[in-house]
């Protein structure tokens, strides 16, 4: 069922139904100014009482995935990253995309998790800040689909950003696009439940 995952038996999900739903939300850009970051942040102030949302930083200090360092004594920050998708109940991640592929960091990041499970079964939003990222969006989708991840197609949607230099707070503030992402939340924090 879960292919070569070698882990795949320690692997489980629960959610508190009575609790907040934790869900972990990723920027797959290291720009300052990032759109993408712009929306993980807008995401996050926009999240409802139900839902905590803590947004993940620390992509940049990922080593490039080597097999020879994954198991018991990977990295600190691999097992930092592995220990904080483990403890969240859905991931929300919202990436450009580059010459019509996922950013490396971001594919560095999933290859870290593919053996060690964290994000079986688990859902997924993924979100983007421009409606030409398709080939990035179809790519990361395919990954996290190999990976047993759970791709929430209601919950993933395009913010068209394309070009408009907005923070979080021009995002919060705008309408449109602050309905669009509290309708996302909403959808991923209901498959989390389910």
């Known amino acids: 069922m879960y292919g070569n995952i070698q882990k795949a ?39 409802p009482d139900t839902v905590v949302m803590s947004i993940y930083r620390g992509l940049a200090e990922l080593p490039p995935f080597n097999p020879d360092l994954d198991g018991d004594s990977a990295p600190e920050a691999v ?16 990436s450009p995309e ?3 592929g996922v950013p490396g960091v971001v594919k560095n990041a999933l290859d870290w998790v593919v053996g060690s499970g964290e994000l079986i079964a688990k859902p997924i939003a993924l979100i983007n800040a421009s409606a030409r990222a398709n080939h990035a969006w179809a790519s990361l989708a395919e ?22 230099v907005l923070d979080s707070n021009g995002i919060v503030g705008d309408d449109q696009f602050s309905t669009a992402l509290r309708s996302a939340i909403d959808a991923l924090a209901r498959a989390a439940r389910d």
Do not use: Q
């Not at 720009?31 to 926009?46: E, F, I, K, Q, T």
């Not at 097992?79 to 919202?94: M, Q």
């Open 9 to 47: 038996h320690l692997v489980y999900t629960f959610v508190d139904h009575e609790g907040p739903v934790r869900v972990l939300a990723i920027s797959g850009s290291l720009r300052r100014a990032s759109s993408n970051s712009a929306l993980v942040g807008a995401a996050a102030r926009l999240a």
């Open 79 to 94: 097992t930092r990253f592995r220990a904080t998708l483990e403890a969240s109940d859905a991931v929300l991640i919202s």
């Open 143 to 164: 990954t996290l689909a190999v990976m047993s991840a759970h791709v929430i197609l209601e919950a993933s949607i395009t913010v068209p950003l394309d070009g408009k």
């Open 98 to 100: 580059y010459a019509h």
